[in-house]
């Protein structure tokens, strides 16, 4: 996956919006929804750099179900 219209300040912007919470979800297709919507912002992290995968790892420790 290319970043090419996705900057930086939108990823973080968008980080705390994300489906981090599909698991919990009954609907299966809301699970997968949002599965792909976490490894979508996850790859895109991957992808751009240790600022950006910072930010990710960041939201996700957040929302992580304890």
Avoid: C
């Amino acid at each position: 996956m290319e970043n090419t219209t996705m900057t930086f300040e939108t990823f973080v912007a968008n980080l705390p919006r994300i489906d981090w919470y599909y698991n919990m979800s009954d609907d299966p297709r809301a699970y997968r929804a949002g599965k792909a919507q976490v490894e979508r912002y996850r790859k895109l992290a991957e992808e751009n750099g240790p600022e950006w995968q910072a930010a990710f790892d960041e939201q996700n420790q957040k929302h992580r179900i304890r």
